[in-house]
């Protein structure tokens, strides 16, 4: 095939034919639509034994996973996460030792799972919900437990043993060059379609290169080696960080959306809650453009963004002990819907190439606090979404498919099928 061919230049072929391998592009019929669930990184208000990261075990994933089967959401009108779509319940790093066993293998922390990691699987699958675990590419992960570098083949092997759903691929104490981390997680694609289970491949190198095809390193692109790929740095610091992977995942939203063999999509890291990121004692509530304090606005602008850039919703910390205004946003289903829209298609940012080459004037948003009067819009006559201070409505070209940006109409006209 084609593609094995291009993978022969740069080496990894001759890898994966070693291990009687011979797929060259990721078939796991998984990843039509974008991935939801959660995951156990960024668990502010969640309490576990020291070193557990947040989320306690085999006892608080089991919280988890049953309050996303079993708690109804009153935004959504008492349907659960689960059933508004949410899957993935997914353990980030320090799941394990810090060292593999005399056979070169794993070993889950028996402290976190005293019932044996493969009980804590069932108990999750038994409520018919996935479960996800955490690794590397390189050496070590990024919490200094073992990487899968050298031992991916049997690391796909426990993967698949375990019954795992959603595998989460690192790249702490790896090559950051672009010809190493093609090959390397190329390979690892390779050994897990021959894993003999069906398992959601996440990579995570926090670079929007990875979504767009590189001739240059014989990389086919994102949806030939992933379900989902990180496209910008890890949220946890806050604010500056959301900002940073809307516009990445803008960049190359050209380049995810469903495949005839599932699916690809870019991914911009964990969801916040309000108050995390770096705050000022006064910042909680107002915002403070010199910090990256997540407030309620911005929390919510986070949550919208990744649903129309249709990236994955992965949600945190422990849901029953949220503020129930995070819930009702996380549990919207309008926003849902548009995250899980069958057609696959991302936001994307509208100038005069993608309009047909019209003289509309660029959109530009700023946060509201400098010019509230030229930020502020409301729908006007004929449903128009208007900003009266500066006389611009935004608008569909000719009935057709392209979201404009002009001058309103004066007197308002009539909208589309009216």
Avoid at 25 to 33: D, H, P, S, T, V
Wanted: aromatic content about 8%.
């Amino acid at each position: 095939q084609v593609c094995c061919l291009r993978d022969l230049l740069t080496g990894s072929a001759m890898r994966v034919l070693a291990t009687g391998l011979g797929v060259c592009a990721l078939q796991n019929g998984l990843g039509f639509r974008p991935g939801l669930g959660w995951n156990s990184d960024y668990c502010t208000n969640c309490t576990g034994p020291p070193g557990s990261n947040g989320f306690g075990g085999e006892a608080f994933v089991n919280h988890i996973a049953t309050y996303i089967a079993s708690e109804p959401q009153p935004a959504a009108a008492g349907l659960t996460l689960q059933e508004l779509g949410f899957h993935y319940v997914n353990m980030d790093a320090s799941w394990d030792l810090s060292d593999r066993d005399e056979d070169g293998l794993l070993v889950p922390d028996p402290s976190l799972w005293p019932s044996g990691l493969k009980a804590t699987v069932g108990f999750v699958h038994g409520l018919g919900l996935g479960f996800g675990l955490y690794g590397d590419r390189g050496s070590q992960d990024c919490a200094g437990n073992p990487g899968n570098l050298n031992h991916e083949e049997s690391d796909a092997k426990q993967y698949a043993d375990w019954e795992i759903d959603w595998y989460k691929t690192d790249s702490c104490h790896a090559a950051s060059d672009r010809a190493t981390a093609f090959v390397e997680y190329m390979r690892m694609r390779d050994i897990m379609n021959g894993s003999g289970r069906a398992i959601w491949l996440a990579l995570c190198g926090w670079k929007p290169w990875y979504a767009p095809p590189d001739p240059a390193h014989s990389y086919p692109g994102g949806q030939q080696v992933a379900n989902s790929w990180r496209i910008g740095p890890d949220t946890g610091t806050g604010w500056t960080a959301v900002v940073i992977n809307i516009m990445s995942a803008l960049g190359v939203s050209d380049f995810a959306g469903p495949t005839p063999d599932g699916g690809g999509w870019n991914d911009g890291s964990l969801q916040l809650t309000p108050g995390m990121g770096q705050c000022s004692a006064a910042s909680s509530h107002v915002p403070d453009p010199s910090d990256n304090c997540m407030t309620m606005d911005r929390f919510r602008t986070q949550y919208a963004a990744w649903c129309m850039l249709a990236m994955n919703l992965m949600l945190v910390g422990n849901l029953s002990a949220l503020d129930p205004a995070v819930l009702a946003t996380w549990a919207n289903p309008e926003l849902v819907a548009i995250n899980q829209d069958p057609l696959g298609k991302p936001a994307r940012s509208l100038n005069a190439t993608v309009v047909g080459g019209r003289d509309y004037v660029r959109a530009t948003m700023a946060e509201c606090g400098g010019e509230p009067e030229m930020q502020q819009w409301a729908f006007g006559d004929y449903k128009q979404l208007r900003n009266d201070a500066a006389n611009l409505c935004l608008n569909v070209e000719g009935c057709r498919q392209n979201l404009i940006y002009d001058s309103c109409t004066t007197p308002a006209t009539k909208g589309c099928g009216d």
